[in-house]
């Protein structure tokens, strides 16, 4: 059987840094665990501008649709804000995920226990909290028609809609059904159904995708406004949260940080299935480029690290080695090991980039 394959696309800033550390787990994965991955490297954002005048080389857009996973650091920087829209970094990363077709964007919201009195919540609330948001990436009122700023009579009006289709539900709701059935098998769907026909629509769709194929799991609905006051109050009511671009988006970045701090969270987009029955995926951690602190050593790979667990875990079906990877970071968290960005207000010495990455690496060997 041929090598599962990963196009690598470390990006500008601290992308590649952090990548480094994650290339370092790919040939651990191949010296201690036998699984050799077929890697490609490529430019993505400003560094793909500054070589070719684009964000993404049609060659790159190509590969991209060819491999197994995509990972990618992050995009952007200062030098580039001036530039024309169309070729912006960011344009890049839109692009893979336009083509791509990646309408499942999934967002877990993992609190590691070293780390729970980061949280702006009490810490029973957040310590050990293990949930998921699946968010509709490529629908919705962030591209609904018509759309744009009128002028009626004699004021100007602001006009987006919230369009979905059947389908369009349908296939984010097997997503978050199928990701469920890899965890607790809990799904809770939330719209604003009281007051928007689209909510409406995703609520019996997402009912009548469970009742015919998912009846093993859990279902529940929840209004998105409450919603985003029970994952503040109890988060560990939750597994998996379903819901549409706009919710997704707001509950996702509340959710998120409930946990702390921006290097920790990984996350995956996911879209149909290929010929090989795994579905389209790019890998991506939640934050960006960070140029105040690229070239410093200090940024923290973990959530680029935590997004290749997640790669094996939904590209591979490796959830042993995913789950090996996170229990690595929770150990040397849990041994005091700290990059910059968590350390707490009693001060310590924070360690590197490259320090965190061989810890990491240290904490996978002795998991052997
Ligand atoms: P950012 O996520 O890059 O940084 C926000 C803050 O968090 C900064 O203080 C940064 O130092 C810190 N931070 C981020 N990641 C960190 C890590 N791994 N370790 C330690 N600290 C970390 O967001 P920004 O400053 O708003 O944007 C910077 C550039 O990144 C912009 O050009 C923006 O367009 C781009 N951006 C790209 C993506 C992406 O590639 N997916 C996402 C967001 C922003």
């Known amino acids: 059987m041929a090598n599962p394959s990963l196009l690598i696309l470390a990006g500008d800033g601290i992308g590649p840094e952090v990548m480094a550390e994650v290339k370092k787990i790919i040939g651990w994965m191949g010296a201690k665990r036998s699984v050799t991955f077929d890697v490609t490297e490529d430019l993505v954002g400003g560094c793909a501008y500054d070589k070719h005048g684009v964000p993404l080389h049609d060659d790159t857009m190509a590969k991209a649709q060819e491999v197994d996973a995509v990972l990618l650091g992050a995009v952007g920087g200062p030098q580039y804000d001036n530039l024309d829209f169309s070729v912006k970094p960011e344009r890049g990363l839109l692009r893979l995920r336009k083509e791509m077709d990646l309408f499942s964007n999934l967002r877990p919201a993992q609190c590691f226990d070293a780390l729970a009195d980061f949280s702006s919540l009490k810490k029973d609330v957040v310590a050990g909290l293990d949930i998921v948001i699946v ?44 990701l469920a059935r890899k965890r607790a098998n809990k799904v809770c769907s939330m719209e604003k159904a009281n007051v928007m026909e689209s909510g409406i ?43 549409d671009n706009l919710f ?48 410093t050593g200090k940024a923290n790979p973990i959530a680029c690290i935590l997004s290749f667990a997640m790669a094996l875990r939904y590209s591979f079906d490796m959830g042993e080695d995913a789950a090996r990877i996170e229990k690595a970071v929770e150990k040397v968290l849990a041994d005091g090991l700290r990059t910059a960005d968590l350390m707490g207000p009693d001060g310590g010495t924070p360690i590197t980039t490259t320090q965190m990455g061989d810890a990491i690496i240290a904490a996978l060997d002795a998991s052997l």
Not at 137 to 142: A, C, H, K
Not at 150 to 160: C, P, Q, S
Not at 276 to 293: M, Q, T
Request: proline residues 6%; hydrophobic residues 40%; aromatic residues 8%.
């Open 135 to 178: 968010r509709e990436l490529t629908s919705g009122v962030y591209f609904g028609e018509p759309r744009g700023i009128f002028v009626e009579g004699n004021e100007r009006v602001g006009i987006n809609t919230q369009r979905y289709t059947e389908s369009e539900i349908a296939r984010v709701a097997r997503s978050a059904f199928e």
């Open 201 to 243: 629509l995703w609520r019996e769709v997402v009912q009548e995708i469970h009742d015919k194929e998912y009846p093993d799991v859990a279902l529940s609905h929840m209004y998105a406004d409450n919603g985003a006051m029970q994952l503040v109050r109890w988060p560990k009511q939750f597994d998996v949260i379903v819901t």
């Open 248 to 295: 997704g988006d707001v509950l996702s970045d509340c959710a998120a940080m409930l946990t702390g701090s921006l290097g920790m969270l990984p996350s995956a987009s996911l879209g149909a299935p290929m010929a090989n029955g795994r579905p389209k995926a790019l890998y991506e951690p939640v934050h960006g480029s960070a140029p105040d602190i690229a070239g």
